[in-house]
């Protein structure tokens, strides 16, 4: 009688947690690199439907802290604009969807968005760190 109770809970459980996984598109982004050596921030997929989407963040690197910041574009070409006297995104310029920020070398981070139609640049913006290499664009379809 307990093993028919427990297995209805866990089939009750899974019913629950199921929607809630299969009603978004995650998206695995890996950040590497060190200071001054190359850099790199890794989506996958780099295309996705329109929606509810989590970005799960990994910080690969051994001794530096990153972040991750997603900034929906005007066009896939628009101008990133670049404070070059202080090696940063102005991020004041750009709409941000939202930010994984002071991710410890090692961990892990997720930030949940709704995705409309378009290009994302998804991108590390502590000092220097874009311009080495740590950015990425994002392709959003129908």
Do not use: W
Request: with cysteine.
């Amino acid at each position: 009688m307990k093993r028919i109770a427990i297995l209805t809970l866990a089939a009750a459980l899974a019913a629950v947690a199921a929607p809630a996984f299969a009603a978004g598109t995650m998206i695995n982004v890996v950040e590497t690199g060190e200071g001054g050596q190359p850099m790199g921030l890794k989506l996958e997929p780099a295309t996705v439907k329109a929606g509810p989407a989590t970005f799960h963040v990994h910080n690969d690197a051994m001794t530096e802290e990153h972040e991750m910041i997603v900034v929906k574009l005007k066009s896939p070409d628009d101008k990133i604009p670049l404070n070059t006297a202080k090696h940063r995104v102005d991020e004041k310029k750009l709409k941000s969807l939202g930010e994984v920020a002071d991710l410890k070398p090692g961990k892990d981070g997720e930030l949940s968005v709704d995705l409309k139609p378009g290009t994302y640049l998804v991108f590390c913006n502590i000092k220097g760190h874009y311009e080495a290499g740590m950015q990425n664009k994002l392709t959003v379809t129908k």
